[in-house]
């Protein structure tokens, strides 16, 4: 049929819908007629985090794919440093499944600024040494980042190397594992922890103080809960109770604090722990990593004081990205090498701590057969009742702060009932108008604390470091009984360590 030549289009007058309409006006332009809606209606208003949640998939993919993020990347490669981490390695554990980076995180305070050495307490002079060591393992499907801490205390030893100071041989010898690095580099601390854990070392990442807290910085702080005072002399960290957002300086002090419960260094990973999961949820939920003016400062805070091997590079980097683009808090999961009750002292190391043989050997296991670390505990939740230290093994001094008589004895021989070691000598307290039942204890006997806690219901926890394992409890108005406690074994997790995921540890 043929086709008839094409003409200028003119105006076709509209029909009426559903009624008369107005007449126009000459010159005047028609109203704008509204698009018939066809199919299911339409929602008034789309549901909260959508449209940011679309925005922030499609700037991923322009970020990890696009020009933009293959530019930032390459500016991130030209200003990183590298180090011949793998230089004449052999007798190497076998490849596994997965890739496994190993995190070094050095004391570098002698490129932090001199106002900043001052008010973050880094003074003395920078010891060349690892101040925070982390096994990080990305999983085949790329889908699952494990973290292990590994405590920079562990005795280890050291294989035949080159000393990379003097340049003396040295034959292997005893040492603390964060001093491998001041011996022999990253090239040492790699094989030492190869041959510790059996586990192949895929590639190197070193960060010093000063790209740690420009990066926090550039992401525009990070968020942290603490569900008490935490306040440590040594590195100036004063926080009350409650949520904060740190600054670069400010998660310095509270990644490196070492004295603010019993936990010593051990409590300080967990710390660590929970920072690198806020970390993550800071990048990952607000969309910081998806501006690209953001990112860049990022790289940029990372540029000049990073050092990564040879091999990790901009085009694995990329790869990385693309393969991890779902990635959330949690996807991650976090623990640390199961250790030894008791340290061990070493003449001329000091004191030194012992990885459990067996655990740790399951736990390095799972990360060479790229198996998942968080798994349900094998033995029943826990009941109301269930504590961790048995009450006999908690000794006990009660106090009447209040003006009922024979209150205080009632306490403790309520106590007494229940299991606890009270002394059986009960005394007036300084106060005699408490109204809340107060249980003051040490830090470093906090999970008895917990334990006398639950048998004082509403009770108030309050800390008084250096008061020993002698537990204070000033009797209140409160009171009314002393409820039944049980201790139960520690929760046993399917390889013999605890393991939790990034969402369990950082803020509600």
Same mark, same amino acid.
Request: proline content about 8%.
């Given at each position: 049929?043929?086709?008839?030549?094409?003409? /200028?289009?003119?105006?076709?007058p509209? /029909?009426?819908?559903?009624?008369?309409? &107005?007449?126009?006006?000459?010159?005047?332009?028609?109203?704008?007629?509204?698009?018939?809606?066809?199919?299911?209606? &339409?929602?008034? *208003?789309? *549901?909260?985090?959508?449209?940011?949640?679309?925005? !922030?998939?499609? =700037?991923?993919?322009?970020?990890?794919?696009?020009?933009?993020?293959?530019?930032?990347?390459?500016?991130?490669?030209?200003?990183?440093?590298?180090?011949?981490?793998?230089?004449?390695m052999?007798?190497?554990?076998?490849?596994g499944?997965?890739?496994? +980076?190993?995190?070094?995180?050095?004391?570098?305070?002698?490129?932090?600024?001199?106002a900043?050495?001052?008010?973050?307490?880094?003074?003395?002079?920078?010891c060349?040494?690892?101040?925070?060591?982390?096994?990080?393992?990305?999983? $085949?499907?790329?889908?699952?980042?494990?973290?292990? =801490?590994?405590p920079?205390?562990?005795?280890?030893?050291?294989?035949?190397?080159?000393?990379? !100071?003097?340049?003396?041989?040295?034959?292997?010898?005893p040492?603390?594992?964060?001093?491998?690095?001041?011996?022999?580099?990253?090239?040492?601390?790699i094989?030492?922890?190869?041959?510790?854990?059996?586990?192949?070392?895929?590639?190197?990442? %070193?960060?010093?103080? !000063?790209?740690f807290?420009?990066?926090?910085?550039?992401?525009g702080?990070?968020?942290?809960?603490? $569900?008490?005072?935490?306040?440590?002399?040594? !590195?100036?960290?004063?926080?009350?109770?409650?949520?904060?957002?740190l600054?670069?300086? %400010?998660?310095?002090?509270?990644? @490196?604090?070492?004295? #603010?419960?019993?936990?010593?260094?051990?409590?300080?990973?967990? &710390?660590?722990q929970?920072?690198?999961?806020?970390?993550i949820?800071?990048?990952?939920?607000?969309?910081?990593?998806?501006?690209?003016?953001?990112?860049?400062?990022?790289?940029?805070?990372?540029?000049? =004081?990073?050092?990564?091997?040879?091999?990790?590079?901009?085009?694995?980097?990329?790869?990385?990205?693309?393969?991890?683009?779902?990635?959330?808090?949690?996807?991650?999961?976090?623990?640390?090498? /199961?250790?030894e009750?008791?340290?061990?002292?070493?003449d001329?190391?000091?004191?030194?701590? &012992?990885?459990?043989?067996?655990?740790?050997?399951?736990?390095?296991?799972? +990360?060479?057969?790229?198996?998942?670390?968080?798994?349900?505990?094998?033995?029943?939740?826990?009941?109301?009742?269930?504590?961790?230290?048995?009450?006999?093994?908690? *000794?006990?001094?009660?106090?009447?702060?209040?003006g009922?008589?024979?209150?205080?004895? *009632? #306490?403790?021989?309520?106590?007494?009932?229940?299991g606890?070691?009270?002394?059986?000598?009960?005394?007036?307290?300084?106060?005699?108008?408490v109204?809340?039942?107060?249980?003051?204890?040490?830090p470093?006997?906090?999970? =008895?604390?917990k334990?006398? $806690?639950?048998?004082?219901?509403?009770?108030?926890?309050?800390?008084?470091?250096?008061?020993?394992?002698?537990?204070?409890?000033?009797?209140?108005?409160?009171?009314?009984?002393?409820?039944? #406690?049980?201790?139960?074994?520690?929760?046993?997790?399917?390889?013999?360590?605890?393991? @939790?995921?990034?969402?369990?540890?950082?803020?509600?």
């Open positions: 049929m043929p086709v008839p030549p094409r003409r /200028p289009a003119r105006p076709v509209r /029909p009426p819908a559903r009624g008369a309409r &107005r007449p126009v006006a000459p010159g005047a332009q028609p109203p704008r007629r509204q698009p018939e809606r066809r199919g299911r209606p &339409r929602r008034r *208003r789309e *549901r909260p985090g959508w449209g940011a949640r679309m925005a !922030t998939a499609l =700037s991923v993919l322009v970020l990890a794919t696009g020009g933009i993020g293959h530019a930032l990347f390459t500016s991130l490669d030209t200003g990183i440093g590298r180090v011949d981490a793998f230089k004449d052999n007798n190497r554990p076998a490849s499944h997965g890739t496994n +980076i190993l995190l070094v995180g050095t004391d570098g305070r002698d490129k932090v600024t001199p900043d050495r001052k008010r973050y307490r880094l003074g003395g002079a920078p060349r040494c690892t101040d925070t060591i982390m096994l990080a393992h990305i999983s $085949a499907d790329r889908r699952r980042a494990s973290l292990v =801490s590994l920079r205390d562990t005795y280890a030893e050291l294989p035949e190397h080159t000393d990379a !100071t003097t340049g003396e041989r040295h034959h292997g010898h040492v603390k594992l964060n001093a491998a690095y001041a011996e022999g580099g990253p090239n040492l601390t094989r030492t922890v190869e041959r510790m854990t059996g586990v192949k070392i895929d590639h190197y990442l %070193e960060v010093d103080f !000063t790209s807290m420009r990066t926090v910085d550039a992401l702080g990070v968020r942290i809960c603490t $569900a008490r005072p935490m306040k440590d002399p040594y !590195t100036g960290l004063d926080l009350p109770a409650g949520t904060h957002v600054d670069g300086g %400010e998660a310095l002090q509270y990644v @490196r604090s070492r004295h #603010v419960d019993g936990g010593s260094d051990l409590g300080r990973m967990r &710390r660590q929970q920072f690198v999961a806020a970390l949820d800071r990048a990952t939920s607000s969309g910081a990593l998806l501006n690209p003016v953001r990112f860049r400062k990022v790289l940029g805070a990372l540029s000049g =004081s990073v050092r990564a091997d040879r091999g990790f590079g901009t085009e694995e980097v990329l790869a990385l990205a693309r393969a991890m683009r779902g990635f959330t808090t949690a996807s991650s999961e976090f623990t640390s090498v /199961p250790v009750a008791a340290g061990v002292r070493i001329g190391i000091g004191s030194t701590v &012992r990885w459990d043989a067996d655990r740790a050997q399951e736990l390095f296991a799972s +990360i060479r057969e790229d198996r998942p670390l968080t798994a349900r505990p094998t033995t029943p939740a826990p009941r109301r009742g269930d504590v961790d230290v048995p009450p006999r093994n908690v *000794r006990v001094q009660v106090y009447n702060g209040t009922i008589r024979g209150l205080g004895a *009632r #306490v403790d021989a309520a106590l007494r009932a229940a606890f070691d009270t002394t059986r000598a009960p005394h007036n307290g300084d106060r005699r108008d109204r809340r039942t107060l249980v003051a204890y040490d470093r006997w906090d999970r =008895s604390a334990s006398l $806690a639950a048998a004082l219901p509403g009770a108030r926890l309050s800390a008084a470091p250096g008061q020993g394992p002698l537990m204070k409890v000033t009797a209140g108005a409160d009171f009314e009984a002393v409820r039944p #406690v049980r201790a139960v074994a520690p929760v046993r997790w399917p390889g013999g360590y605890e393991a @939790r995921t990034g969402d369990q540890v950082v803020c509600p």
